[in-house]
């Protein structure tokens, strides 16, 4: 029997967190080694420059795996609020189940280069449900938006988790 979905709607517009990074040098080129881009520009400050990048850039699937690394303690704010989204995700697995990753997009506004410092805030944007066969699938949809220091929208990413029952 499908979970009634409007009970977690309430977490539309709900805030799943914030933090500070600091986009660093090695792990963005290991991510380009990782993910097989062999393009200089990951690699060498010359050829980034060369290419019109201030430093070296972060390649644009970087956003899923950025959070892992830069977010020095003494940087993160002190008041975070309780995440919805573990609230909704532990309720559904109550029903059983498998929790997958969805989509994921990643928008970038400006050049995400190394050195830049973000701030990252994140909310719950949509909750809703499909029909696949006799499963029936609960999507969980969140949106961060990252920020250098001077305020200016870098990168907008956006993740769907999904419960299928």
Known sequence: MP???????EHIGKPTGSSVLT???????????AV???NPIYQRLDAAQAAGF???????TWGFAMGSWGAYPEDQPADQPVSPIMG?????MKEGGIILHGEQEFEY??????????SHEGKVTD??????????????V????????SGELVLTARMNLIHRS
Do not use: C, W
């Open 88 to 92: 909704i995700i532990g309720a559904l």
């Open 127 to 140: 909750v809703y449900q499909k029909q696949s066969g006799e499963r029936t699938m609960t999507f969980v």
């Open 142 to 149: 969140t949106e961060n938006e990252y920020r250098d220091e």
């Open 23 to 33: 986009v660093e040098r090695q792990p963005v080129s290991n991510f380009a080694k």
């Open 109 to 118: 506004h400006t050049p995400l280069v190394v050195g830049t410092k973000l």
């Open 36 to 38: 097989k881009d062999d």
């Open 54 to 60: 201030d430093n070296i850039p972060a390649p644009p």
């Open 3 to 9: 979970v009634d979905v409007e009970q977690y709607k």
